[in-house]
Structures are given as structure tokens and as C-alpha cells.
């Protein structure tokens, strides 16, 4: 698996953060699966606290940017986000639609 940089992890998790709350309703297995992913792309607590300067245009921005690899990924992750509590609410792929 290729290494994420700070801009890459910081957008991951603003776009994570994005389709979890989506639906206006915090699922713990959305939680769960957001902390999953919060060590598997070894972040820390500092690109929580910059994730919150970041935009969706700055966030597509670094998506486009991203190796084939890691943007197909990063789909997948979505999507599995998305679908962490069960259902996928309309808001929900409105944002994996914008990373589509």
C-alpha cells in the first residue's frame, strides 16, 4: 500500500468526516469505521485539527491529484462509510458522486 501524505490523509479523513455525518445522524458503526481508517492511514491528531480548514474544492483538488490507486481506494472507503450504518442516504452519495 502506498503512504499517504499529510494533504492526502487530512483530505481522506475531511471526506470521511463529510459522508459520516451526511445524514445528520452519528452511527457508531460509523464512528468505528472512521477510526479504523483514522490508524490504518496512520494520521494523528494534528490533521484533525488542519482537516478543518479544508473545503470540497480543496478536497477534489487533492483527490484529482491522487495516484489511480489511491483514488480507487478512496472510493471504496467512501462508499463503505457510507454504507456503515446500513443505508445509504441520498446525501450520502450525493458525496460519493462528487468524488466519482
Given at each position: 500500500?502506498?503512504?499517504?501524505?499529510?494533504?492526502?490523509?487530512?483530505?481522506?479523513?475531511?471526506?470521511?468526516?463529510?459522508?459520516?455525518?451526511?445524514?445528520?445522524?452519528?452511527?457508531?458503526?460509523?464512528?468505528?469505521?472512521?477510526?479504523?481508517?483514522?490508524?490504518?492511514?496512520?494520521a494523528d491528531?494534528?490533521d484533525m485539527?488542519?482537516?478543518?480548514?479544508?473545503?470540497?474544492?480543496?478536497?477534489?483538488?487533492?483527490?484529482?491529484?491522487?495516484?489511480?490507486?489511491?483514488?480507487?481506494?478512496?472510493?471504496?472507503?467512501?462508499?463503505?462509510?457510507?454504507?456503515?450504518?446500513?443505508?445509504?442516504?441520498?446525501?450520502?452519495?450525493?458525496?460519493?458522486?462528487?468524488?466519482?
Amino acid at each position: 500500500m502506498e503512504k499517504y501524505t499529510i494533504e492526502e490523509r487530512r483530505t481522506i479523513l475531511y471526506v470521511l468526516t463529510e459522508v459520516m455525518l451526511a445524514d445528520e445522524i452519528l452511527h457508531p458503526a460509523e464512528q468505528d469505521f472512521f477510526n479504523k481508517v483514522f490508524y490504518e492511514i496512520n494520521a494523528d491528531v494534528a490533521d484533525m485539527t488542519a482537516m478543518e480548514h479544508i473545503d470540497n474544492n480543496y478536497a477534489l483538488e487533492v483527490f484529482h491529484r491522487m495516484s489511480e490507486e489511491k483514488q480507487s481506494r478512496l472510493r471504496k472507503t467512501l462508499y463503505d462509510m457510507a454504507m456503515a450504518d446500513g443505508v445509504l442516504d441520498y446525501r450520502e452519495q450525493q458525496i460519493l458522486d462528487f468524488y466519482a
